[in-house]
């Protein structure tokens, strides 16, 4: 049975802790698990204008009849949109047939040359991404053009994802930041727990989402023999024993699956017990493991600082 835990974010809303991933899902995909998401009780939607289905997503929302103040949707800026950050969120808007956002995040902590080779993914004629970086652009000029969003009313909250600590500091302290991020979306999952990011967010009142709660695509979590052993003592899915892990930690989460019956068990999170949450958590210290490592050309996640 889901139970419905929210938290609190630091503008005030309240965010459901289980919502849908929408990765790596195809537009017939996307609509048809949007639909059935909203059915089951969902009320938070991750999204992507990298996604590239963020138009199936808002088409879904309105053929759900759901109003659309109960539902918390959140899509993300690409990094080709760092330099014209009014033009990422009146795509997105546009792509998802909606007014606002509940929360804008800055995918990735780089910014990519709007006129490039490629819409979404440029390249140097060596193969490398095309960045804009050094002194012309970095990602608190990002985030600075963000803040000025929450004025237009579009976007009730902003915040980060793929932030490390470090990227963090240098965010909080740069001069132009004068709002905290509501949110850092990061990888979280038994492989690469990241308690030192959770607990520092914590300390600066930024809410941290998990994405990847599952391992990513095939979800191959689900068969390390601790979690099959909650999920069999429990009567449970390995993957609501990963979801339930992620809530535990004061953590929300967006499990992705385009298949009704998991759309709908990956809801029904439960409360863990506490040996439980402690047993998941000493997977890490035999193996730590990122699943999304996506080569920018630059330091992204300084996970040995
Ligand atoms: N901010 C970022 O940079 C970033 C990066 C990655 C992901 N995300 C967000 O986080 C979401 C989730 O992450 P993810 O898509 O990487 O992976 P995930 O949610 O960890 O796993 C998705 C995989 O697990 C399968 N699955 C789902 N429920 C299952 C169940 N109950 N039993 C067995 N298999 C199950 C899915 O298959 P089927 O779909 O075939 O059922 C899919 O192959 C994304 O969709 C996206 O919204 C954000």
């Known amino acids: 049975m889901a139970t419905g835990r929210e938290f609190t974010l630091n503008t005030g809303a309240k965010l459901p802790a289980v919502g849908l991933g929408t990765w790596q899902s195809s537009e017939d995909e996307v609509y048809n698990a949007v639909m059935t998401a909203l059915q089951a009780g969902y009320r938070h939607i991750d999204s992507a204008f990298a996604y590239g289905n963020e138009s199936a997503v808002g088409r879904a929302l309105k053929a759900s009849g759901v109003p659309r103040e109960e539902i918390f949707l959140t899509t993300k800026l690409w990094s080709t949109y760092h330099t014209r950050v009014a033009e990422g ?41 095309d960045l804009v970086s050094g002194s012309e652009w970095d990602f608190t000029k990002t985030y600075s053009d963000m803040q000025k969003l929450l004025d ?35 990888e979280l999952h ?45 009567g449970t899915t390995p993957a609501q024993v990963l979801i339930s892990w992620a809530v535990a930690r ?56």
């Not at 793929?162 to 990061?186: C, D, G, M, R, Y």
């Open 190 to 234: 038994p492989y690469n727990p990241q308690p030192a990011l959770i607990s520092f967010c914590a300390q600066k009142g930024v809410h941290v989402t998990g994405y990847s709660p599952l391992g990513s695509t095939a979800a191959p979590l689900q068969e390390e023999a601790i979690i099959q052993s909650i999920a069999s003592k429990t």
């Open 152 to 186: 237009t009313g579009k976007v009730k909250a902003i915040g980060v994802s793929n932030f490390s600590i470090v990227n963090l500091k240098e965010l909080l302290s740069a001069p132009t930041t004068t709002i905290v991020p509501a949110v850092n979306q990061v």
């Open 89 to 129: 969120l009146a795509a997105s808007l546009n792509n998802l047939g909606v007014d606002y956002l509940d929360l804008y995040l800055m995918h990735w902590p780089v910014a990519m040359n709007p006129n490039g080779n490629h819409p979404l993914f440029p390249t140097r004629t060596d193969g490398s991404r």
């Open 250 to 305: 004061g953590t929300s989460v967006v499990p992705k699956s385009v298949t009704p019956n998991r759309i709908v068990s990956n809801f029904n999170d439960f409360v863990l017990s506490k040996a439980d949450v402690a047993a998941i958590d000493e997977i890490s210290k035999v193996t730590r493991r990122r699943m999304v490592t996506p080569n920018w050309g630059v330091t992204i996640f300084h996970d040995e600082e």
